[in-house]
């Protein structure tokens, strides 16, 4: 069965930090280009930043370019998404993304930045 569970999410100030994590079970992790994608209230879905399987390239939403970081452990099949110098405006559900063929998403997490 495959699993993809994010955590990490909460309440932070802006200008705070956040790490988010997805641990992936049920496919062969390392095949799949990884993703995190995010849908604030009264909007469509976005991709924020994705990796390739060998952490070769990274890609980012220019709304997020120097300040959001993704990286994985193809050992520990997990993906990461380091989140510093949060604003208000990056509140959304964070959703983790796994395509090679098909597709498989997680549950999402909440990210509200706020003071």
């Known amino acids: 069965q495959v699993q993809l569970v994010e955590s990490g999410g909460g309440l932070v100030q802006p200008g705070g930090s956040l790490r988010l994590s997805c641990a992936a079970s049920?496919?062969?992790?390392?095949?799949?280009?990884m993703a995190w994608y995010r849908q604030a209230p009264g909007k469509e879905r976005e991709l924020v930043a994705a990796i390739t399987r060998t952490s070769g390239t990274t890609t980012y939403a220019d709304s997020v370019k120097g300040r959001f970081s993704i990286s994985r452990d193809n050992a520990k099949n997990t993906v990461f998404l380091q989140m510093n110098s949060l604003k208000p405006e990056d509140t959304a559900v964070y959703y983790c993304y796994a395509g090679y063929g098909v597709e498989y998403w997680g549950q999402g997490t909440q990210v509200t930045v706020s003071s």
């Open positions: 049920g496919f062969t992790f390392s095949n799949y280009v």
